[in-house]
C-alpha cells in the first residue's frame, strides 16, 4: 500500500458535508461469517485501496443484526497511534442509549470480548465497515450511569473499536436474513420452501 504514485487530493463534495450517523447499525459476530469483503488486488488509486470489494457470505442460518443507538448520540472517530517512523491507525465507534433495557445490558455483558464485524453508515451516506478478518471490532469499553437527579438521563455507552487502518468504505449487501445452503429457494418470510431438486420440503 506504499506504492502509489502521488495525485490530487481534493476537497470533499460541498452537496454532502453533514457530520454524524444515522441511528443504527449492523453487527455480526466474527465466527459467523464465511467470507469477509476484501480490499482489490491492486488498487489503482488511493480511493480504491480504501474501498473494499465483494460482500459478506454468511454461514448457514447467520445473518447482521441491528444495533439502536440515540439520535446525535452516536460517534466515529479515528486517529493514528503508535511512533511517527511505525504509525498504525484505531476505529473507535460510539453507542449510547437512554434508559437502557435490559436486552442491551445483556449484550455487553455477554459480547465484551467477542469478535464482531460493524457496519455503520453517516448522513452523508457513506457506509464504513469497523473491523475486519484479520483484526475484527470488539467492544473496548462501556459505562452504565442513572444520574443523581429525577431531570437526569439512565444511560449506557459502550465504545467498540478496531485497530491497524482507518475503517474501510463498503458498498456491499448488508445480510439481514438468515442464510441458507446453496439450491434452496426460501420465501418472503425465509422459510424454506423447495430443495435443489424442486422437491417440496414444508410439511
Same mark, same amino acid.
Given at each position: 500500500? &506504499?506504492?502509489? $504514485?502521488?495525485?490530487? %487530493?481534493?476537497?470533499?463534495?460541498? &452537496? ?5 450517523? /444515522? ?13 469477509? *469483503?476484501?480490499? !482489490?488486488?491492486? !488498487? ?7 474501498? =473494499?470489494?465483494? $460482500?459478506?457470505?454468511?454461514? !448457514? ?9 440515540? /439520535? ?23 453507542? #449510547?442509549?437512554?434508559? !437502557? ?19 455503520? +453508515?453517516?448522513? $452523508?451516506?457513506?457506509?464504513?465497515? =469497523? ?18 437527579? /429525577?431531570?437526569?438521563? #439512565?444511560? %449506557? ?18 445480510? /439481514?436474513? *438468515?442464510?441458507?445452503?446453496?439450491? %434452496?429457494?426460501?420465501? +418472503? ?6 430443495? +435443489? ?5 414444508? +410439511?
Amino acid at each position: 500500500m &506504499c506504492d502509489f $504514485d502521488a495525485e490530487d %487530493i481534493l476537497a470533499g463534495n460541498e &452537496c454532502h458535508k453533514e457530520g454524524g450517523l /444515522l441511528g443504527v447499525a449492523y453487527y455480526a459476530f466474527a465466527e459467523d461469517i464465511e467470507e469477509w *469483503p476484501s480490499l !482489490p488486488n491492486s !488498487p489503482a488509486n488511493f480511493a480504491e485501496s480504501a474501498t =473494499l470489494e465483494g $460482500d459478506f457470505v454468511m454461514k !448457514p442460518g447467520k445473518y447482521f443484526s441491528m444495533l439502536e443507538s440515540e /439520535l446525535e448520540m452516536s460517534e466515529y472517530k479515528g486517529e493514528g497511534q503508535g511512533s511517527i517512523s511505525a504509525l498504525s491507525a484505531i476505529g473507535r465507534h460510539t453507542f #449510547r442509549q437512554v434508559a !437502557p433495557s435490559s436486552q442491551v445490558v445483556g449484550f455487553v455483558n455477554a459480547n465484551k470480548n467477542r469478535r464482531m464485524a460493524l457496519v455503520f +453508515e453517516g448522513y $452523508d451516506g457513506s457506509r464504513r465497515l =469497523l473491523g475486519k478478518q484479520s483484526w475484527p471490532a470488539r467492544i473496548a469499553s462501556f459505562e452504565e450511569g442513572t444520574g443523581q437527579k /429525577l431531570a437526569e438521563e #439512565r444511560y %449506557i455507552t459502550f465504545v467498540m473499536d478496531a485497530g491497524k487502518s482507518l475503517p474501510f468504505y463498503y458498498a456491499g449487501e448488508i445480510p /439481514l436474513q *438468515p442464510s441458507t445452503p446453496e439450491g %434452496i429457494i426460501v420465501d +418472503e418470510f425465509g422459510e424454506d420452501i423447495v430443495d +435443489e431438486f424442486g422437491n417440496n420440503i414444508i +410439511e
